[in-house]
């Protein structure tokens, strides 16, 4: 089972599990992984926004916060449809992999007929995406970044030179049909754009970013706008 897949179906269990929830040690076994591999799970579904309980001790365990899952939703086929296709075009953008949780859980509560129906209508179609980036390194810019905490990263300039840097994560950026992360250069003492495809190795410091801001990027272009379509 994929990550991505497992992380539904947890999330699905721990729905499931009401009040009581479950342990650690059950969940592993459930999904016949490592309890250390379990726990990171959970931790990748709280930092996703699922609201999830942890209760320590003897009959302890975990389990969703009452009230926190989502209600029906009205969506049309065709509205349904485009979501399948913007998540499906853009296996490389930030937040991929949560994007497609995400889709699952509205299709999840979408009524039957409407879901069969967009999931029809989205065999008509068909998208050649973006190769995506290394999971690893994606996960770790995406967590450096909304935890507003220092990466480092190994990066190969448009020469080939590799260099290894403490960055502090400010924004994502597509143009050209290519992710940037745009991040303060603790080398350079500036402000870079990094070429996603070229960071070749991250993880996340406990060093907290001291604060640069996107006002510090400068104008955005004319035709650019944030992710959540508001003016």
Same mark, same amino acid.
């Given at each position: 089972? #994929?990550?991505?897949?497992?992380?539904?179906?947890?999330?699905?269990?721990?729905?499931?599990?009401?009040?009581?929830? !479950?342990? &650690?040690?059950?969940?592993a076994?459930?999904?016949?992984?490592?309890?250390?591999?379990? #726990?990171?799970?959970?931790?990748?579904?709280?930092?996703?926004?699922?609201?999830?309980? =942890?209760?320590?001790?003897?009959?302890?365990? !975990?389990?969703l916060?009452?009230? &926190?899952?989502?209600?029906?939703?009205?969506? =049309?086929?065709?509205?349904?449809?485009?979501?399948?296709?913007?998540v499906?075009?853009?296996?490389? &953008?930030?937040?991929?992999?949560h &994007?497609?949780?995400?889709?699952? #859980?509205i299709?999840d509560?979408?009524?039957?007929?409407?879901?069969d129906?967009?999931?029809?209508?989205?065999?008509?179609?068909?998208?050649?995406?973006?190769?995506?980036?290394s999971?690893?390194?994606?996960?770790?810019?995406?967590?450096?970044?909304a935890?507003?905490?220092?990466?480092r990263?190994?990066?190969?300039?448009?020469?080939?030179?590799?260099?290894?840097?403490?960055?502090?994560?400010?924004?994502?950026? =597509?143009?050209?049909?290519?992710?940037?992360?745009?991040?303060w250069?603790?080398?350079?003492?500036?402000?870079?754009?990094?070429?996603?495809?070229r960071?070749?190795?991250?993880?996340?410091?406990?060093?907290?970013?001291t604060?640069? =801001?996107?006002?510090?990027?400068g104008?955005?272009?004319?035709n650019?706008?944030?992710?959540?379509?508001?003016?």
């Open positions: 089972m #994929k990550r991505t897949e497992r992380l539904h179906a947890l999330s699905e269990m721990l729905r499931r599990g009401g009040a009581r929830g !479950y342990s &650690a040690d059950r969940l076994r459930e999904f016949a992984v490592s309890v250390r591999t379990v #726990k990171r799970d959970l931790a990748a579904l709280s930092d996703s926004g699922t609201a999830v309980w =942890s209760r320590p001790g003897p009959g302890g365990g !975990y389990g916060i009452v009230g &926190a899952s989502l209600p029906p939703v009205t969506l =049309s086929t065709v509205q349904a449809t485009a979501l399948l296709a913007a499906a075009a853009a296996p490389d &953008a930030p937040y991929a992999d &994007a497609v949780a995400g889709m699952q #859980k299709l509560v979408l009524d039957p007929v409407t879901r129906r967009a999931v029809e209508l989205a065999d008509r179609v068909w998208v050649n995406a973006s190769r995506a980036p999971r690893a390194v994606q996960s770790a810019l995406e967590h450096g970044t935890a507003q905490r220092v990466l990263i190994r990066y190969v300039s448009g020469t080939g030179a590799r260099t290894v840097r403490d960055v502090e994560p400010v924004m994502f950026a =597509s143009t050209n049909g290519q992710w940037y992360l745009v991040a250069c603790q080398l350079r003492d500036a402000m870079r754009w990094f070429a996603v495809a960071v070749e190795r991250a993880s996340v410091t406990t060093q907290p970013c604060g640069h =801001s996107i006002q510090e990027i104008e955005p272009p004319p650019a706008r944030p992710a959540h379509g508001r003016p």
